[in-house]
């Protein structure tokens, strides 16, 4: 029973963390278009620590893993995003390094990945 339950929970973190990640890459490119090149960088290390954070999110008798960006997308459009703001505040012991870490984490990728704005020229449209 443990090993079905440990296979269902990863499988459940991969599936909410594959429709995380398109959302903040949505969210990025929307705000890319809006903002100078030189705010591309720490908005992209921002939006992902904000939504791509591990939290948990309260259930029936049990907390399930999930994103912060999800709980915080979800309480919004359910009309009840105090309460998803409430679950960071009440769980900040567990927030606080969670956004910082993943915050951290983000920074890291986008300069392994090459998406980080040191040479601004390259974002100018010519």
């Keep these: 029973m443990p ?4 296979h269902a929970m990863l ?3 991969i599936a909410i963390y594959g429709l995380a990640i398109p959302l903040v890459l949505a969210l990025a490119s929307g705000f ?10 720490p908005l992209n290390i ?5 939504l791509l954070a591990p939290s948990l999110a309260p259930a029936t ?3 399930i893993p999930m994103p912060y960006g999800v709980i ?8 009840a995003g105090d309460e998803a703001i409430s679950i960071a505040i009440d769980l900040w012991r567990w927030h606080v390094p969670s956004f910082l870490l993943t915050g951290l984490t983000m920074a890291v990728l986008l300069r392994v ?5 040191e040479d601004e020229s390259r974002f100018e449209v010519r």
């Design 46 to 50: 921002a939006l992902g620590a904000l």
């Design 61 to 63: 008798i049990a907390a």
């Design 72 to 79: 915080l997308v979800l309480g919004i459009l359910g009309g």
């Design 32 to 41: 890319r278009s809006v903002l100078p090149a030189k705010h591309h960088y």
């Design 113 to 117: 990945l090459g998406l980080h704005a």
């Design 11 to 13: 499988l459940w973190l």
């Design 3 to 6: 090993n079905e339950y440990n």
